[in-house]
């Protein structure tokens, strides 16, 4: 599934631990240490030019939302003043990642409640 969604509501929701970043519990929490990254100023230069290409992916465990790609584009999303990003359910490139653990088990798809 695809949608859209306030970046506000993205910097709110739970993320996977990153071994490198202490203590993150919310996207919020992760973004400094992604900006970090060597290829940040690149995607952010990327983004300015051409706009987020890829849509976040979005996964529920326990009924929560979980941001579980595109940590870097939410960054970007926020230091551009982008406020909408497109998300999806799955990766794009699904076959790809046929053993990752969020597409199984009690990780389900996302599905915003109706406003």
């Known amino acids: 599934m695809l949608g859209t969604i306030a970046v506000a509501d993205v910097l709110d929701m739970l993320t996977p631990d990153d071994d490198e970043t202490d203590d993150c519990y919310t996207v919020r929490d992760i973004l400094d240490h992604k900006r970090q990254s060597e290829h940040y100023a690149g995607l952010l230069e990327e983004i300015r030019r051409d706009g987020i290409a890829l849509p976040v992916m979005i996964r529920t465990l326990r009924g929560e939302p979980w941001l579980v790609d595109g940590h870097h584009r939410v960054a970007a999303a926020v230091d551009l003043g982008i406020t909408t990003l497109v998300w999806s359910d799955l990766p794009i490139e699904l076959e790809d990642r ?5 597409l199984r088990g009690d990780w389900g798809p996302y ?3 109706a406003a």
């Open 111 to 113: 599905r915003p409640v």
């Open 98 to 102: 046929p053993f990752n653990q969020m």
